[in-house]
């Protein structure tokens, strides 16, 4: 079993609708959680960053975690098709520079 | 600010070539990430700087994979010999030694 799972989708939406992108872990060390979006033959660029459990809004993105289910979650609102890309979640267990545990990446395609 | 700097872009070489890469981090950032990620795939890390020492290398294939930063600053990854599987984009990171890490856009490389 990885230590983060994620579905690799991919997962398709109309403009406009709200998305939701899932993963959950393993490791109960973890205590920070990101979000990175990840363009086509591009490095990811890091969208959201939580420590431990609650909610986190920025713009049309809002990151969620439980740390109780061991699961974090992204929406995006009103998503256009620049939102188009993999969304990459990942973990770290302590704010030393360690090291970054990543899911798989979920796919997302906006059709307009 | 500039963000982090990577070269080349793409690389194709023969299996039992040798190779190397180049990052130049952000300006000011003391720790260094190399991360592989296969197609797919999130990516994994290889191996962490803090300055000029190794933080954590356990991922590194050290038979065949070896790192080094020079002067706390630039860093460069060598894979000699290459095989097949070792196709994938190498990403480098840098931080400030948080868990908020920021990636360049990676180097493609095809063994054949």
């Known amino acids: 079993q990885k230590e983060v799972e994620q579905d690799p989708g991919p997962l398709s939406v109309p403009e406009g609708a709200i998305v939701s992108l899932n993963c959950t872990y393993s490791?109960?060390?973890?205590?920070?959680f990101m979000w990175y979006r990840q363009y086509s033959r591009k490095g990811p660029e890091l969208l959201m960053y939580?420590?431990?459990?609650g909610n986190k809004e920025d713009g049309r993105f809002t990151a969620q975690v439980d740390k109780s289910s061991k699961y974090i979650s992204l929406f995006i609102r009103d998503s256009q098709p620049s939102d188009s890309a993999t969304y990459l979640c990942?973990?770290?267990?302590?704010?030393?520079?360690?090291?970054?545990?990543f899911g798989g990446g979920t796919r997302l395609m906006v059709k307009p | 600010e500039a963000g982090v700097a990577q070269s080349p872009r793409y690389k194709i070489i023969e299996k039992r070539q040798s190779v190397a890469f180049w990052c130049n981090p952000i300006s000011g950032h003391a720790t260094l990430y190399w991360y592989q990620q296969i197609l797919g795939q999130g990516p994994k890390l290889l191996i962490q700087f803090q300055n000029n020492g190794v933080v954590d290398d356990s991922q590194l294939p050290k038979d065949r994979f070896s790192a080094e930063r020079l002067k706390g600053v630039d860093s460069t990854l060598k894979i000699q010999p290459a095989k097949l599987e070792d196709s994938a984009v190498y990403l480098c990171?840098?931080?400030?030694?948080?868990?908020?890490?920021?990636f360049g856009p990676g180097t493609r490389l095809t063994v054949t």
């Open positions: 939580t420590y431990s459990s």
């Open positions: 490791n109960s060390a973890f205590q920070y």
């Open positions: 990942a973990m770290s267990s302590n704010n030393a520079g360690n090291m970054l545990t």
């Open positions: 990171a840098s931080s400030t030694g948080g868990a908020k890490q920021y």
